[in-house]
């Protein structure tokens, strides 16, 4: 299986700040990485697919980048809807694999 | 708009059985395949399962192969899983997924869950 590592675990920002998250894939899956937002007591929702491809309704200041074993999903500048946990998966191979998560905490 | 309802969770003691059900709407139910993702207590998210649009082809994380099954009924848009020999362990929100993408493996939407607990 491929075991996706994220960094950091935990990140605390304030309001307006850019934030930079970091997905690596134990072996290359191309450009197969999705990202998923999760706040409490919901379901995770769809934000980037295919690396950098943003899901419909998502707003622009979310970003993703990479290739190969190492990706990253940008936030450009923070807002108050955006302090949640986010995931990375890989779409490569089955077993589909995430992340252990990155919490963004308010600073 | 797109809708999951899982249902089905409960507390139910070791070794016994439970029948996990999801409604989808909102999408032609026939032409996607679909997911189960569990995620324990303050825990991360794991993949469970996943089964082909046409019922056809199942596949199952080394956790729970052997013991749980998945299935649909396409005529009902229903999704379902079949729990066996639960352990402490399985004790997670279940979630359903539709899988989009290369080989339906990107979580295109999600129910909201339904919690199975495990306990004596």
């Known amino acids: 299986d491929i075991q996706m590592t994220q960094s950091p675990s935990s990140l605390s920002a304030s309001v307006g700040d850019r934030v930079t998250i970091t997905c690596r894939a134990s072996?290359?899956?191309?450009?197969?990485l999705n990202w998923y937002q999760q706040k409490p007591g919901k379901a995770p929702k769809l934000l980037i697919y295919?690396?950098?491809s943003l899901q419909s309704g998502v707003p622009s200041r979310f970003s993703g980048s990479g290739s190969g074993t190492d990706f990253a999903l940008t936030i450009s500048s923070l807002q108050p809807e955006d302090f949640a946990i986010y995931y990375c998966q890989q779409g490569y191979s089955t077993p589909p694999t995430f992340g252990q998560g990155t919490r963004v905490e308010i600073k | 708009q797109v809708q999951l309802v899982e249902s089905g969770g409960g507390e139910v003691q070791p070794g016994r059985s439970l029948r996990l059900s999801c409604a989808a709407s909102?999408?032609?139910?026939?032409?996607?395949?679909v997911h189960w993702v569990r995620q324990a207590p303050g825990k991360g998210l794991e993949w469970v399962a996943l089964?082909?649009?046409?019922?056809?082809?199942?596949y199952y994380a080394d956790s729970v192969k052997g013991r749980f099954t998945i299935s649909r009924d396409n005529s009902k848009n229903t999704l379902y899983l079949q729990m066996n020999s639960l352990r402490a362990e399985d004790t997670a929100v279940y979630h359903c997924g539709q899988g989009v993408g290369y080989g339906d493996r990107t979580f295109g939407f999600w129910g909201q869950g339904t919690l199975v607990t495990v306990s004596s």
């Open positions: 909102g999408f032609t139910f026939s032409t996607y395949g």
């Open positions: 295919t690396t950098s």
């Open positions: 072996q290359t899956i191309f450009s197969s």
């Open positions: 089964i082909s649009s046409d019922g056809n082809n199942k």
